[in-house]
T-cell receptor, first 114, second 115 residues
Framework: ETGVTQTPRHLVMGMTNKKSLKCEQHLGHNAMYWYKQSAKKPLELMFVYNFKEQTENNSVPSRFSPECPNSSHLFLHLHTLQPEDSALYLC?????????????FGPGTRLLVL | GDSVTQMEGPVTLSEEAFLTINCTYTATGYPSLFWYVQYPGEGLQLLLK?????DKGSNKGFEATYRKETTSFHLEKGSVQVSDSAVYFC??????????????FGQGTELSVKP
């Protein structure tokens, strides 16, 4: 498989559930990103990892918990979410932070919180 | 702070029509400028870029010129096709002293091309 893959593609969860989103990149990149895409709003950068270390957390609520076990995998653990967290969650990667202007995106996970 | 403003969508055009999607950015420093495109059901992908004033980025028939005097980077295509239907994101990349860079995405402009 090539590029950036995300699973699951669609997820419906209740507010008391715990679930995880997975992202995998096959590009040999060292930086990975989580974004939230909501209708009519700018793309929101949530977290940035560089060489497995978190370098940015843009005031994201603690109900979102990222994990980066290695440079190829990125997870977003979800618990006690709110309906307003429903959105498309996009993962991206770049060669490293010095080359972050060229990012490669996965297809996203469409999340619905009931 | 650093920001980018795009024209609101959706933009609906007939096939072979001329397309312009406006984009302006804040003039902090000297950003590189990018357009990304998101086709239905897919993630964003880089469409074109320009790194200095008066540079023209081009790809797949799309063009955008870095206009420093008007802080703009409008996307144009002379004759759109149905397959161009997508959401287009303008994204300046700002260098921040001692912190690396930051890529700022606009809210996206949805383009719908009818046959």
């Amino acid at each position: 498989e090539t590029g950036v893959t995300q699973t699951p593609r669609h997820l419906v969860m209740g507010m008391t559930n715990k679930k995880s989103l997975k992202c995998e990149q096959h590009l040999g990149h060292n930086a990975m990103y989580w974004y939230k895409q909501s209708a009519k709003k700018p793309l929101e950068l949530m977290f940035v990892y560089n060489f497995k270390e978190q370098t940015e957390n843009n005031s994201v609520p603690s109900r979102f918990s990222p994990e980066c076990p290695n440079s190829s995998h990125l997870f977003l653990h979800l618990h006690t979410l709110q309906p307003e967290d429903s959105a498309l969650y996009l993962c991206a990667s770049s060669q490293d932070l010095a080359n972050q202007e060229t990012q490669y995106f996965g297809p996203g996970t469409r999340l619905l919180v009931l | 702070g650093d920001s980018v403003t795009q024209m609101e969508g959706p933009v609906t055009l007939s096939e072979e029509a001329f397309l312009t999607i406006n984009c302006t950015y804040t003039a902090t420093g000297y950003p590189s400028l990018f357009w990304y495109v998101q086709y239905p059901g897919e993630g964003l992908q880089l469409l074109l870029k320009a790194t200095k004033a008066d540079d023209k980025g081009s790809n797949k028939g799309f063009e955008a010129t870095y206009r420093k005097e008007t802080t703009s980077f409008h996307l144009e295509k002379g004759s759109v096709q149905v397959s161009d239907s997508a959401v287009y994101f303008c994204a300046p990349h700002y260098m921040i002293y001692n912190q690396g860079g930051k890529l700022i995405f606009g809210q996206g402009t949805e383009l719908s091309v009818k046959p």
